[in-house]
């Protein structure tokens, strides 16, 4: 049995009736119309794979049809069916989108070929989509966390140019902003939002290339081409051929080099080091920094024409600083994400903990956030709260000591004198020298503090 389902369109019963039957033996799944809007509607409720279509039938014609249902399902094939003497029709019909071509009258051979020729052809198609699929969700789970969290005016907007800048999958994007803001998160986004996303996203370090290895590390090499050159290599473009290269700190590529990657965006060829020819790539630059590539220009560091070719779609990262609603969200996020799994309750932040963060100007950004939310996620697992109210190491202009408690009994020198000696003789097992040791005291000192209070050494032995 065959699982495609074919739409018969002739105006001649005779035709339908013969084309229906020989296909439905076949285990085809036969609808048939002899009307254009008959068809259409139902294509607008039926799974249609392959359309067979006379170029003349009445209300219009069949290569208005062919537009109409190219139109209203991105799926459907084509084979048109026509008589002698109409190839300036046929010929429209294939820039229209038709796959397939029968002269009438033809044979069932004939139609078995076409009908052969198209069905595997669908079914390449359906592999196609499934392989994209799946390369697009492996390309997530390589991606790791890439949730864009934040609800303040400034995410809204961020979340609109990476819209922008998805649906024109080929445009060059440069990414300002500070250290730390996540301009690698917005570039995968990016990615993940257009047509690429089934291809690779290759991130490159710019700042981490040696200077001499550049030209290989961004264009290849052939074998041979330098002394350690053993083998062949086909460097970044290559590499990310279909996809995206993302190139953070890109004010660090040597200015020498600069010429020849701008000859490689305009013109989709690189040229490996030792090679005498040219390869073409399709390749989407990313790029990021945290300077002022402007200002680069103007101090002769980098070349006008790269910068305004990859500015094309500029996007700014905002500081944390900037959306200070947003802290909480993300202090609450990050955190989840490190007690997940690691204990039965999860731990919140306290309200004083959360009024720290968000009067705290995050000078690492996000990643700094992070780096907290880690330090708060390990303190609490380890001594078991369920509430963080303090994270060790964390100093900010609003004080993150735990909060003082501010009761008449807390504050009384006489009630925090008492307390403090009791600790002592706990922690000395009553042991009266050893606990004079303790508060700085000598041991007469000590005696005399232990009848005001009347107090007993022997009672913590």
């Given at each position: 049995?065959n699982?495609?389902?074919v739409?018969?369109?002739?105006?001649?019963?005779r035709?339908?009736?013969?084309?229906?039957?020989y296909?439905?033996?076949?285990?085809?799944?036969?609808?048939?119309?002899?009307?254009p809007?008959?068809?259409?509607?139902?294509?607008?409720?039926?799974?249609?794979d392959?359309?067979?279509?006379d170029?003349?039938?009445p209300?219009?014609?069949?290569?208005?049809?062919?537009?109409?249902?190219?139109?209203?399902?991105?799926?459907?094939?084509?084979?048109?069916?026509s008589?002698?003497?109409?190839?300036?029709?046929v010929?429209?019909?294939?820039?229209?989108?038709?796959?397939?071509?029968?002269k009438?009258?033809?044979?069932?051979?004939?139609l078995?070929?076409?009908?052969?020729?198209?069905?595997?052809f669908v079914?390449?198609?359906?592999?196609?989509?499934?392989y994209?699929?799946?390369c697009s969700?492996?390309?997530?789970?390589?991606?790791?966390?890439?949730?864009?969290?934040?609800?303040?005016s400034?995410?809204?907007r961020?979340?609109?140019?990476?819209?922008?800048?998805?649906?024109?999958?080929?445009s060059p994007?440069?990414?300002?902003g500070?250290?730390?803001?996540?301009?690698?998160?917005?570039?995968?986004?990016?990615?993940?939002?257009?047509?690429?996303?089934s291809?690779?996203?290759?991130?490159?370090n710019?700042?981490?290339?040696?200077?001499?290895?550049f030209e290989?590390?961004?264009f290849?090499?052939?074998?041979?081409?330098?002394?350690?050159?053993?083998?062949?290599?086909?460097g970044?473009f290559?590499?990310?051929?279909?996809?995206?290269?993302?190139?953070?700190?890109?004010?660090?590529?040597?200015?020498?080099?600069?010429a020849?990657l701008?000859?490689?965006?305009?013109?989709?060829?690189?040229r490996?080091?030792?090679?005498?020819?040219?390869?073409?790539?399709?390749?989407?630059?990313?790029?990021?920094?945290n300077r002022?590539l402007?200002?680069?220009v103007?101090?002769?560091?980098?070349r006008?024409?790269l910068?305004w070719?990859?500015?094309?779609?500029?996007?700014?990262?905002?500081?944390?600083?900037?959306?200070?609603?947003?802290?909480?969200?993300?202090?609450?996020?990050?955190?989840s994400?490190?007690?997940?799994?690691?204990?039965?309750?999860p731990?919140?932040?306290?309200?004083?903990?959360?009024?720290?963060?968000?009067?705290y100007?995050?000078?690492?950004?996000i990643?700094?956030?992070?780096?907290?939310m880690?330090?708060?996620?390990?303190h609490?697992?380890?001594d078991?709260?369920?509430?963080i109210?303090?994270?060790?190491?964390?100093?900010s202009?609003?004080?993150?000591?735990?909060?003082?408690?501010?009761?008449?009994?807390s504050?009384?020198?006489?009630?925090?004198?008492?307390?403090?000696?009791v600790?002592?003789?706990?922690?000395?097992?009553?042991?009266r020298?050893?606990?004079?040791?303790l508060?700085?005291?000598?041991?007469?000192?000590?005696d005399?503090?232990?009848?005001?209070?009347?107090?007993?050494?022997?009672?913590?032995?």
């Amino acid at each position: 049995m065959n699982d495609l389902s074919v739409l018969v369109i002739d105006d001649e019963k005779r035709i339908i009736d013969e084309l229906s039957e020989y296909l439905e033996s076949g285990g085809y799944t036969v609808y048939s119309a002899d009307r254009p809007s008959v068809a259409l509607e139902t294509a607008s409720c039926r799974h249609i794979d392959v359309a067979l279509v006379d170029i003349k039938l009445p209300e219009y014609s069949g290569l208005e049809l062919i537009k109409r249902l190219k139109n209203a399902l991105s799926g459907i094939e084509i084979i048109v069916m026509s008589g002698h003497g109409d190839m300036d029709s046929v010929i429209e019909a294939f820039r229209l989108g038709a796959f397939d071509y029968l002269k009438k009258p033809f044979s069932v051979f004939e139609l078995q070929a076409a009908i052969g020729r198209t069905r595997r052809f669908v079914e390449a198609q359906s592999g196609a989509r499934r392989y994209a699929h799946l390369c697009s969700q492996l390309n997530r789970e390589l991606a790791g966390d890439n949730t864009l969290i934040g609800t303040s005016s400034q995410m809204e907007r961020l979340r609109s140019d990476i819209m922008l800048a998805g649906t024109n999958s080929s445009s060059p994007v440069l990414i300002t902003g500070e250290s730390g803001t996540g301009k690698e998160l917005v570039a995968r986004q990016i990615h993940l939002s257009g047509s690429r996303s089934s291809h690779r996203f290759m991130a490159v370090n710019c700042a981490a290339i040696p200077r001499d290895m550049f030209e290989s590390e961004f264009f290849g090499h052939e074998k041979g081409a330098f002394t350690d050159a053993h083998g062949s290599r086909d460097g970044f473009f290559r590499s990310a051929d279909g996809g995206t290269l993302f190139l953070d700190e890109v004010a660090e590529i040597p200015f020498e080099l600069q010429a020849k990657l701008l000859r490689t965006i305009e013109n989709g060829q690189v040229r490996p080091v030792g090679a005498d020819r040219e390869h073409p790539v399709d390749v989407r630059i990313i790029c990021a920094t945290n300077r002022d590539l402007a200002t680069c220009v103007t101090e002769g560091s980098f070349r006008a024409d790269l910068y305004w070719r990859l500015a094309v779609l500029p996007i700014t990262v905002v500081p944390l600083r900037e959306r200070r609603s947003d802290i909480p969200l993300l202090a609450a996020y990050f955190l989840s994400r490190f007690l997940e799994g690691k204990q039965r309750s999860p731990a919140v932040l306290s309200d004083h903990v959360l009024s720290a963060l968000s009067a705290y100007d995050f000078p690492g950004n996000i990643r700094e956030l992070r780096n907290l939310m880690e330090r708060a996620a390990i303190h609490s697992r380890s001594d078991g709260t369920s509430i963080i109210d303090y994270i060790p190491g964390f100093v900010s202009s609003f004080s993150m000591s735990p909060p003082v408690e501010c009761s008449a009994e807390s504050l009384n020198l006489e009630h925090i004198e008492k307390n403090t000696i009791v600790k002592a003789l706990m922690c000395s097992r009553g042991v009266r020298s050893r606990a004079a040791s303790l508060l700085g005291l000598t041991r007469q000192a000590l005696d005399r503090r232990l009848e005001r209070f009347s107090l007993n050494s022997e009672d913590f032995r």
